[in-house]
């Protein structure tokens, strides 16, 4: 059994910052890729960053230069560094990860439950 916890959600004001944190937890073997994704009300789940086990990382275009993406591999955390934040931005942020529970099993996909993050004066 594996699970994803992330914490940091609230409301700020735009131009202000919030930072993000996931934690995963239970049979884990080890992790590929962990990333973020988010969904706005009455929008499809979308895409923010990810970061692979190798340092590789990837955002979406609305937020590259004001988003950072980081792993603690040695404590299975991924954080979000969200930075000028916008109201755009407001939405359910959620976390993922790519698992694997033993040496001789595939690697499967873990989401969190979300965490609000609203953006607004």
């Known amino acids: 059994q594996v699970q994803l916890v992330e914490s940091g959600g609230g409301l700020v004001q735009p131009g202000e910052s919030l930072r993000l944190s996931c934690a995963a937890s239970?049979?884990?073997?080890?992790?590929?890729?962990m990333g973020w994704y988010r969904q706005a009300p009455g929008e499809q789940r979308e895409l923010v960053a990810t970061?692979?086990?190798?340092?590789?990382?990837n955002y979406a275009d609305s937020v590259k230069g004001r988003f950072t993406i980081s792993r603690d591999n040695t404590k299975n955390m991924v954080y979000l560094q969200m930075n000028s934040l916008k109201p755009e931005d407001t939405a359910v942020y959620y976390c993922?990860?790519?698992?694997?529970?033993?040496?001789?099993?595939?690697?499967?996909?873990?989401w969190g439950q979300g965490t609000l993050v609203t953006v607004s004066s």
């Open positions: 993922n990860a790519n698992i694997r529970s033993n040496f001789d099993t595939g690697y499967f996909d873990v």
């Open positions: 239970g049979t884990i073997f080890s992790i590929n890729a």
């Open positions: 970061a692979t086990n190798g340092g590789s990382t």
